[in-house]
């Protein structure tokens, strides 16, 4: 019987403190700025990192940025931050 009261509870904090729904599903969140500057968050991990290729290791599937001059501008722990000439993002 306490469940509703537990996801409506669940909800009310949600929604005061802003979190957007993409974050809490773990849904990854891909940012393009041109050929040149991705931003992706929510993803888990780096699995092979060179100047042509970035795969990153998400929840279910992966993600490989393809291009020229790659690099990791930054990283974090919720965010990574791709820039050089991208030529292709794919889901693997």
């Keep these: 019987m306490k469940k ?10 949600v929604e005061a403190a ?10 990854v969140l891909v ?3 041109g050929q040149e500057h991705v931003v992706i968050e ?4 780096i699995s ?4 042509q290729e970035i795969r990153l290791v ?3 599937k992966k993600i490989c940025v393809s291009g020229k001059n790659l690099r990791i501008v ?3 722990k919720e965010e990574i931050e791709i820039s ?4 292709k993002l794919e889901y693997l």
């Design 58 to 60: 998400t929840n279910g």
């Design 48 to 51: 092979s990192y060179t100047a």
């Design 84 to 87: 050089g000439h991208i030529c």
């Design 18 to 27: 802003q979190i957007p729904e993409d974050v809490l599903k773990g849904n």
């Design 42 to 45: 929510n993803f888990r991990g």
């Design 74 to 76: 930054s990283y974090t």
């Design 31 to 33: 940012t393009m700025e």
């Design 4 to 13: 509703p009261h537990l996801k409506q509870s669940m909800k009310a904090f």
